[in-house]
């Protein structure tokens, strides 16, 4: 086993070969953060790279996604820590428009893994189920995922219905993606953003006072 076999793997779209190795380095002990952050995620990087330059087209980024769930699912439980007290409710999602959920995903999992209680609401959510999760779940926190330039907009929408709905001022809201900035965040009055799981664990809790 090597990380560059499961970078590769996830490069290919090979679930098979990811999970077979994902298994052998967690059997090894190298630590399940060390397979994401340095192997997983920079396969989709580099997919990412590949599609931009016209070397990889959609069904390919489809299947190197499936191979990197695989991964992800088998990471899930050594991630995730046990012992962890409730620190408070998150709905997530990814916005409206948008299909990605690998990283909204992962950012569920780590808040999850930090004692956070989460009401994952899927892809492509509307402004209007946002607030409707708002008025059904009580969260203290709301996290959206955009990934396309072109879906960013719908964080604005939604912090809009939100206001409109009169629930802006009962729910912090923390948003993230691979387009999203602190400027872009800033101007549309998120109350925190994270560029990856890790930091929005910490910019969640801060959020909820629980840092
Ligand atoms: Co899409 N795609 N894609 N894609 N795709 C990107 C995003 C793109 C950058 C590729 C490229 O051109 N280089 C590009 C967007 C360009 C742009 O808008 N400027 C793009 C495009 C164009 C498209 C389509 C339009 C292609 C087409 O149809 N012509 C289409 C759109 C579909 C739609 O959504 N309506 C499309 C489709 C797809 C697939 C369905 C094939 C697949 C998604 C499968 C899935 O998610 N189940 C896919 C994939 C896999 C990608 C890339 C290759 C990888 C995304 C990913 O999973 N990264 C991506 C290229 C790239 O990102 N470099 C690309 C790994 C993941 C761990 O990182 O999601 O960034 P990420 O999440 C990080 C952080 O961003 C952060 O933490 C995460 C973990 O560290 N984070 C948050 C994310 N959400 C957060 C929320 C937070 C806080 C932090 O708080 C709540």
Redesign the pocket.
């Known amino acids: 086993m090597s990380l560059e076999t499961i970078y590769e793997a996830i490069l290919k779209g090979d679930a098979k070969t990811t999970a077979a190795q994902v298994q052998v380095a967690l059997d090894q002990q190298v630590g399940a953060d060390k397979i994401l952050y340095e192997a997983c ?1 920079p396969a ?2 580099e ?3 590949l ?2 330059a016209g070397e990889k087209f ?2 390919e ?2 299947i ?2 499936r191979a ?2 695989t991964a992800v699912n088998l990471l899930k439980p050594h991630l995730a820590l046990a012992d962890v007290r409730v620190v408070g409710k998150v709905v ?1 999602g990814t916005v409206a ?8 995903n ?2 569920a999992m780590m808040l999850e893994g930090s004692g956070f209680e989460i009401v994952d609401l899927g ?2 959510v509307s402004p209007q189920a946002f607030v409707e999760a708002v008025r059904q779940h009580e969260p203290h926190l709301i ?9 960013m907009t719908s964080i604005s929408e939604t912090i809009k219905a939100l206001q409109e709905a009169g629930l802006r001022d009962q729910v912090k809201v ?7 900035t602190q400027d872009f965040a800033t101007k549309v009055g998120a109350d925190g ?8 664990t910490r910019v969640a809790k801060a959020l909820v006072g629980a840092a």
């Open positions: 995620i989709m990087g997919v990412g790279r599609f931009e959609v069904p980024m489809l190197s996604a990197m769930q997530i428009g948008d299909l990605h959920d690998i990283g909204k992962l950012v892809t492509d996290g959206m995922s955009a990934l396309l330039t072109t879906t923390i948003i993230g993606g691979a387009p999203i953003f994270a560029p990856d799981a890790g930091s929005a």
